[in-house]
């Protein structure tokens, strides 16, 4: 197991191990992931084939739904994180082979720490309950340049944008962020410069009501065109909020928005999540 190789396959306690350069615990450091959690990786809990299917998108969910069977118990999703580490390993030999900067790596791999982040602002405690959605940043449609992370979807034809938290959305900082993209695109995947839209909470209309026009919400939103608003989504309470909350009397109120957004909703009024056709971020 010292002998490492850039990629290939040897057997070890009765299946098939891969052996990299870049190592889990080498990409949790990069990644910056809490140290409570590095104590459960690398101990190859799940077999390579099941590893390589987590990095193929068309592979990725049967692969994903076969290691939570493998993985049987796991509180707290800490054998997850442990795998998913692992098959990251497998992603980075991608990202080398199409020569795609390191930097994008770490910052698109770094959603595991924020992910383990949210865990433990939500549940005072550190764990990972996002595998049924990183699949995406291991099979290489995914990817965080700049502020935002932009998902090639093929069978739409269209980009993705997501706005992971704690990114700035002020339109200079959104406009490089696209801009980087954009040659992103062109250098490593030209065949899928592909329109891009956006389905989040924060195009939600309700929200003109309860922020300023000059809030960085509002001016996000005046760059996309919406053309759905699904009022039935309640995903906005774990961002907002920081859980779900059935009893929204139970809402705190640390934020202006919460205040607002809390008043609302007692008084009937609807959130939900909104789609858009970005149009460009010079709406300003």
């Known amino acids: 197991m010292k002998n490492r190789v850039k990629s290939g396959l040897t057997t070890c306690f009765g299946h098939d191990t891969l052996i990299y350069d870049m190592t889990a615990k080498k990409i949790c450091k990069k990644i910056n992931a809490p140290h409570e959690l590095l104590q459960y990786v690398g101990n190859e809990l799940a077999p390579v084939s099941v590893l390589q299917a987590l990095t193929d998108i068309d592979t990725a969910p049967e692969g994903y739904a076969k290691l939570k069977g493998i993985l049987g118990d796991d509180k ?3 054998k997850m994180f442990s795998c998913m580490m692992d098959a990251a390993t497998l992603t980075y030999e991608k990202y080398r082979g199409l020569g795609i900067d390191e930097k994008i790596f770490t910052d ?3 959603c595991f720490t924020r ?8 549940y005072g405690k550190y764990g990972f309950d996002r595998g049924w959605w990183t699949y995406r940043q ?7 340049i700049g502020e ?11 980009v993705h944008l997501h706005i992971p938290t704690g990114a700035d959305i002020r339109i200079p900082q959104c ?4 801009d980087d993209f954009k040659q992103f695109t062109a250098g490593y995947f030209p065949t899928k410069n592909y329109p891009i839209v956006c389905r989040s909470w924060l195009l939600s209309p309700a929200l003109k009501e309860l922020l300023p026009q000059h809030s960085k919400i509002i001016e996000f939103q005046r760059c996309f065109e919406i053309t759905d608003w699904d009022k039935t989504q309640n995903d906005f309470l774990q961002w907002v909020f920081g859980k779900s909350y059935m009893d929204f009397s139970e809402l705190p109120e640390n934020t202006s928005l919460q205040k607002n957004m809390k008043k609302y909703l007692l008084n009937g009024g609807v959130v939900g999540s909104a789609l858009g056709r970005l149009i460009d971020f010079d709406r300003l």
């Open 76 to 78: 707290d999703g800490l």
């Open 108 to 110: 698109t791999m770094s």
């Open 115 to 122: 992910f383990a982040g949210e865990h433990l602002a939500s």
């Open 138 to 144: 291991l099979s290489c449609v995914l990817f965080k």
């Open 148 to 158: 935002l992370e932009y998902e090639y979807r093929d069978d739409e034809k269209t």
């Open 175 to 178: 406009k490089n962020s696209i």
